[in-house]
């Protein structure tokens, strides 16, 4: 079965700062990974994704995530953050059966 | 990549009455997906939408609380019967894509008093 764990239920960094949003996965096929973004009051939105092919993917908003399946990880990175970065990040994989399992979420407070 | 639109968007109501969400989806989809997000946690999938045949539930959720329909392949109800205060939460309805991606609609958050 799969699942997701995402290490740190809240981080908090200083604006310019990087973005490191950590995540581990288990599969037990090669898995599809996924990020999204919650804004407050709002439904989720796609950040990125990892079917198969280049493990570094670019996303939305200069986010950017590593698959690396030594480690079963799929951290999101961001150079430099934004006020407008601040929201809950939540990691997902996906079964066969096209379903996404999330992880617990992460939210980000950005400080001026 | 979809458009979801959710109605409504938000709802208050009272112990043991029923509500029904809207999923419309701006294109025809195979999969969609109904999940719920209790205060401050992550999303918990309730079914899979199954256009022609009946919702496919996940433990835990059972039809006679949350009966499903999926009449075409671009809308979809849900329904939160006989409520009480747990069922306080957001449920977000989402559209398959290619690759396993997902879209979600804006969510519907429901206050059970």
């Known amino acids: 079965a799969q699942s997701v764990t995402q290490l740190g239920s809240h981080v908090s960094v200083s604006e310019g700062a990087l973005v490191l949003l950590r995540c581990n996965y288990s599969?037990?096929?090669?898995?599809?990974l996924f990020w999204y973004v919650q804004y407050p009051n709002q439904g989720l939105q796609l950040l990125l994704k990892?079917?198969?092919?280049?493990?570094l993917v670019k996303g939305i908003n200069g986010f950017e995530a590593e698959f690396k399946k030594s480690e079963t990880s799929f951290h999101l990175t961001k150079p430099s953050a934004h006020m407008s970065d601040a929201a809950e990040y939540f990691c997902a994989v996906s079964d066969p059966a096209q379903k996404l399992v999330f992880g617990q979420g992460t939210r980000l407070t950005i400080n001026p | 990549s979809a458009v979801i639109s959710q109605k409504p968007s938000r709802d208050i109501c009272q112990r043991g009455t029923s509500l029904t969400i809207q999923c419309q989806v701006d294109s025809q989809v195979t999969m969609m997906f109904w999940y719920r997000q209790q205060p401050g946690q992550s999303l918990t999938l309730i079914a899979t939408a199954n256009q022609g045949s009946e919702a496919t539930y996940e433990s835990g959720f059972v039809i006679d609380k949350f009966p499903i329909s999926r009449p075409n392949l671009t809308f979809s109800t849900l329904t939160v019967s006989n409520m009480s205060p747990e069922d306080s939460s957001i449920y977000l309805c989402?559209?398959?894509?290619?690759?396993?991606?997902?879209?979600f609609g804006p969510g519907t958050r429901l206050t059970v008093l």
């Open positions: 990892y079917t198969t092919g280049a493990t």
């Open positions: 599969s037990s096929v090669p898995p599809y």
């Open positions: 989402s559209a398959g894509g290619s690759n396993n991606e997902q879209f």
